[in-house]
């Protein structure tokens, strides 16, 4: 069925338990759709733009008080919405990093973290992991010496993902914070997988910035973000203009540089709004989310030859494992050959991880209900158990 | 009444004819709304997100296709989605524009060119305006001279709007264009308020880049922009990373610097492609656009004491009036004060005006039928004669 033109109309989680490690936490609520229909226009929000003229300004929709809340709720000073995750990055690292600067990086970061220093020409030194997939605080201090001795500075920011996208794992942001800050280095904290997923307040964290994802975690549409800030840092990275016109003395009051102006626009902005009600409320019941993840991962754990990569006990909803010993063994023979998995959980209603994968992939279970997980539970199970695997 | 929580349901173009100078074009069509409202969930479109894992691959929805559509659509070689027309400028001046280098830019652009050089830490000059408010090629080949003796090179960029957003003139970028590649200065052409609304073809205008908005002229939801150039250009605007992991080696495929990695995602990607067909179909219709214009514009200047501060006969829709002279001399003794004009027209239906503005002032008349135009252009007769003002 098309919705129009040529576009097929969506059928995902409307038909399905979808199992894609990066849509979960984004599903619209039933508010973001019906606000995002109500303000879908291409300038909608800006009905009611007055003085000083800027978007973050804005009382109806109630931008304003949004954006307030928004920092409040993270315990930063103050917060900004932008298109995506990926342009908080480049608005720090816009901020901060020169041609040639160090920039240091947690080596299972997003590449959109590299890219963001690339954009600036400056250059990346990795974090390594540890054997068993984590960024430590140890590491961290080690690199930013390394970086020291190479570069006659410390690097001008370091990012951190409190959970990483490769393993769901979380890593030990507190103290790679600290570390950071001995030697004065500012810490961009990555919550594309913590903010709107779990409880994530600064004061507990210590960075000097947060970045979340509203299409990731926040049940926004794409593309959205939260880039939030401490009073110190903010003054730099939200700093307004100070351009004028050579002929004609323009000035144009006090737009930020680092967003153009005005911050997030349009269906994205007011479906973050409308959702973060039952955002600020989902984030609460994280242990549920947890407990139903488990008896996936427990199920799937049970299937002889099958490893769970990331950490275990799982601390977070996305989860890595590794089928090769398991599922792939069936693949080899199967007439379906590596597609049989995904067409029995097709065939079960379950949905969203990559077609034709039995060795290494990823899922994650956020948002489903402790039914949902059985069935998805008993179901793997089912299938091992028809392909002839043993069940531990 | 709210759409969802304390989000007022917006009743803007349902109950009203809008004269908004910035929102016309970007009303979604009912296929966008349809598009949207299908795929409004965060990651969406990254349902069918395979090897090379760009966004502008995909192909269902139909992303791959479409850019290659509005590529061939503006006569460039290559196009992006970009959020928003200033992320583009983002992107081009990033790949051109160092710390204290030249950009030369017309004196009646938007800020955010001003912002998308400040950005970068480059240094603008302006191209001034004639007294009729135009940029001519005279003064931007004047200007590269002025550029030259005072930084010894000459501009890196230069901006020039094909309709400015202060009067909705229409300047000589063919002119100017042929200006600046005598110096191979490359040229952006903004077309924020003709990309969507006008034919844009850029075998008829030979800039480098031309930028067009989704939520200003395309009947996409915000933000959403277009970002197309040459071949020579887009490679340079385009490129893809060569950030390597220094330890773990790890590399990003054809990820795009410029954009960080993906085009446009979400509700604004969906709405615009949805819009396309249309789009692409008004643009045959500017004519008749400009007609109905011709109605207001002339009853407006009829009314004894008003200026039409734009060029005349006028070239486009987006006009910029000056009423100091009749609506304002109202407004000195009427009881609403300057509030009267917008509380008639509010009154019969007429809406997108600054609520209290009765000097200066601009609308837009793209989008509404013949009878609307007239029924708007009676209002302000019938308005100006209630208050006394003589119709020449």
């Not at 600064?202 to 509203?214: E, P, R, T």
């Not at 006090?254 to 973050?272: D, F, H, N, Q, T």
């Not at 079960?348 to 209900?369: E, P, R």
Request: hydrophobic letters at 40%; aromatic letters at 8%; glycine letters at 8%.
């Amino acid at each position: 069925m098309k919705c129009a033109g040529s576009i097929d109309a969506r059928m995902r989680d409307e038909v399905s338990i979808n199992l894609d490690p990066i849509q979960v936490g984004g599903r619209l609520t039933p508010e973001a759709m019906k606000a995002m229909i109500s303000w879908g226009d291409g300038y909608s929000v800006c009905d009611n733009c007055k003085k000083p003229f800027r978007l973050d300004y804005i009382e109806n929709p109630p931008l304003k008080d949004f954006h307030a809340e928004l920092a409040e709720w993270l315990g930063m000073a103050q917060a900004r919405t932008v298109p995506g995750a990926r342009r908080a990055f480049q608005q720090v690292a816009g901020t901060y990093v020169e041609k040639g600067d160090p920039v240091l990086i947690g080596s299972l970061a997003h590449y959109t973290s590299y890219l963001s220093v690339e954009i600036q020409k400056g250059i990346v030194r990795e974090i390594p992991k540890t054997s068993d997939n984590h960024i430590t605080a140890e590491a961290a201090a080690q690199r930013i010496e390394d970086v020291i001795t190479e570069f006659k500075c410390p690097p001008k920011l370091l990012y951190i993902d409190h959970v990483d996208y490769q393993f769901g794992n979380m890593h030990d942001v507190k103290g790679i914070i600290k570390a950071a800050h001995q030697y004065d280095v500012p810490v961009l904290y990555n919550g594309v997988y913590t903010v709107g997923i779990m409880p994530v307040n600064n004061k507990d964290i210590g960075a000097d910035f947060i970045v979340g994802s509203g299409h990731k975690s926040m049940a926004a549409p794409a593309p959205s973000g939260v880039l939030a800030a401490t009073e110190e840092r903010a003054e730099e990275v939200f700093r307004t203009t100070k351009m004028e016109g050579d002929l004609t003395g323009r000035k144009f009051g006090i737009k930020e540089v680092g967003i153009i102006g005005c911050s997030l626009m349009g269906a994205p902005i007011v479906g973050m709004l409308a959702s973060f009600p039952a955002v600020k409320e989902r984030v609460n019941h994280f242990e549920e989310e947890l407990a139903n993840s488990k008896i996936i991962v427990d199920a799937l754990k049970s299937i002889d030859g099958t490893k769970i990569l990331s950490e275990y006990p799982r601390k977070h909803t996305l989860t890595r494992v590794d089928t090769s010993g398991s599922f792939d063994v069936v693949a080899q023979t199967h007439k379906k050959r590596g597609f049989f998995l995904s067409s029995a959980l097709s065939k079960k209603g379950i949905t969203g991880i990559i077609a034709g994968a039995t060795k290494v992939w990823k899922f994650n279970t956020y948002g489903m209900t402790k039914k949902q997980a059985e069935y998805v539970a008993d179901t793997y199970l089912e299938i091992a158990e028809t392909n002839g695997l043993t069940i531990n």
